[in-house]
């Protein structure tokens, strides 16, 4: 599976906005996609995941209020809802399918990775 971000943007604070990633390939190599973020100097930290199957869905405590994923089976495709952003919001966002059945929080169990997208929030 390929997986390509898009979406992201610069906006003020308590804005939305909604990031894609695009998959292609063979995503039934995948059991999820989940969303990290990385801003500088800091780790890649897990934000959400979702199951191809079923549309089972994980969340990271710290966004979980304000977050929302989403996939689109029919168009191969996964979203992350942002609402009322902040200015610690402000990364890069990667999309990241792993290699087999195990959808983890942490970046080392993913294998494949979108390009990511800069989102930056303002005051």
């Known amino acids: 599976v390929q997986l390509q971000a898009s979406g992201g943007g610069s906006v003020l604070v308590g804005d939305s906005l909604r990031l894609s990633c695009a998959a292609s390939g063979r995503t039934s190599n995948s059991y999820c996609v989940a969303w990290f973020r990385q801003a500088p100097g800091r780790e890649r930290e897990f934000l959400a995941a979702?199951?191809?199957?079923?549309?089972?869905?994980y969340y990271s405590g710290s966004v979980k209020e304000r977050f929302a994923i989403s996939r689109d089976n029919a168009k191969s495709m996964v979203y992350l809802q942002m609402n009322s952003l902040k200015p610690e919001d402000t990364a890069v966002y990667y999309c990241a399918a792993p290699s087999g059945g195990l959808c983890g929080t942490k970046a080392a169990d993913y294998v494949t990775w979108g390009q990511g997208t800069q989102v930056t929030v303002s005051s």
């Open positions: 979702v199951t191809w199957i079923g549309g089972g869905t």
